[in-house]
DNA sequence: CAGTGGTCTAGACCACCCA
DNA sequence: GGGTGGTCTAGACCACTGG
């Protein structure tokens, strides 16, 4: 087996034998080097590739460190879109169509267990990626969850991060479908009447109760989604 | 900027121009070392690091390439349709429109990294939930993974279910498009021309190297993905 | 200050592909 | 056989951390 993969399977194995607990801090470059006389380019190659699977933690000067787990086990993350785009070095843009108070149809508020009639914030964000439209946001938050939705400034940070803040969610729900755009939001999103849509249904709930409710939907010629894991990262 | 990064954005901007083509050849290392004044180390790093984020397709003795399709973060889990149908207590059907040995075209080829012209197995499987089409399967398969895969009689047995018997992968990608059809996929679908589709790309690796390239196409009407997922708390 | 990781160089040997 | 990538070495300089 090649060197630098021996040394990512002894420290593997030595994490998940618990001989370095979480946080704990494992040898470095240096002691490596002499336990399996390698070069210190091999050494660290290892280490940064752990590091980059989120197993290490590297910190200069200081160490490298076993990396506190995020459950990996179910694949799903909660993503902001701005933050997509500009890990893609392109330039992130929002347009706010609507920010306010409206009064919850017998839909929403069954889906968000409010009185129909009752006041639910809507917010409908157009996201561009570099200047194209790439999502239009359609959200419903429940007042019980975000009490100060309406007070910020969602171009400055958006409503996906600001929520985040607040609260993690305990649960979360994502459907996906393939569909047409109506005329309204074909204008919006600057598509043709031919272009199918990819919208995502996204709920979240907290531990007291339905917190909010967004409609995702993205042009099919411009986004996709996808996801990809490793089954056996960490044995 | 580190150099290693420059180099990168360098590949990665030129990608986007359209400089090199999807499945291009891009400059080799002697090249960009010429380029960038740089050391072999780090301009092996810059492109293995693309490698490894599925930007480039390198094979050793022929160059390195831009890969077919770029993944995306995020999201979701994918389940066999034979089970999701007989869950549902209603009637799973496969037609077979194609099981053979083809040769490797370049973007297969590529993904599965195969030589170009190399054998290949290819099947085409229509899926029916009680007789009404809801999703065509069309599937490479490496032989190096599965060499006995046209001799399964996949009427009997669902693909997904003999491949994953065989080995299960060590990792798995998923990406989903929102597409319109053509006009084959429409008839065999028996859909009509304004219908969007919800495509899933699912691509899985063993440790000896690429297995399968799956692209599963589904009338947006009739099919959707769904995940519910209860977040973990951190210990 | 000594220890540590981040980056980089200038070589080397090997396995592989293709003309 | 010439070009290409995969791995590895033995140095180097730097920035940062901690006691």
Redesign the pocket.
């Known amino acids: 087996?090649?060197?630098?993969?021996?040394?990512k399977q002894h420290l593997l194995d030595g994490i998940s034998a618990g001989r370095w607990a979480e946080g704990a801090?494992?040898?470095?470059?240096?002691?490596?080097?002499a336990t399996?006389?390698?070069?210190?380019?091999?050494?660290?190659?290892?280490?940064?590739e752990l590091?980059a699977d989120g197993i290490l933690h590297?910190?200069?000067?200081?160490?490298?460190f076993v990396r506190r787990q995020a459950p990996r086990s179910a694949l799903l993350e909660i993503h902001d879109i701005a933050e997509d785009i500009s890990q893609r070095n392109h330039v992130h843009g929002s347009i706010i169509l609507h920010l306010a108070a409206i009064r919850a149809d017998a839909a929403i508020a069954a889906e968000l267990d409010l009185r129909r009639g009752a006041r639910v914030f809507y917010s409908e964000i157009v996201h561009t990626e570099d200047g194209v439209p790439v999502q239009l946001e359609q959200r419903h938050v429940s007042p019980r969850f975000a009490p100060d939705y309406l007070a910020q400034d969602f171009s400055a940070q958006t409503t996906s991060r600001y929520l985040q803040a607040i609260a993690q969610p305990t649960e979360v729900e994502h459907i996906v479908h393939a569909v047409a755009a109506d005329s309204r939001v074909q204008t919006i999103l600057e598509i043709p009447p031919s272009e199918p849509c990819l919208q995502v249904l996204r709920r979240t709930w907290t531990e007291a109760g339905p917190a909010t409710r967004s409609l995702l939907t993205h042009p099919g010629s411009r986004y996709s989604l996808g996801s990809r894991y490793a089954v056996n990262q960490r044995k």
């Open positions: 087996m090649k060197l630098y993969e021996q040394i801090k494992i040898p470095s470059e240096h002691d490596l080097m399996f006389n390698a070069s210190r380019m091999t050494v660290h190659r290892a280490m940064r590091s590297r910190m200069q000067g200081a160490g490298s």
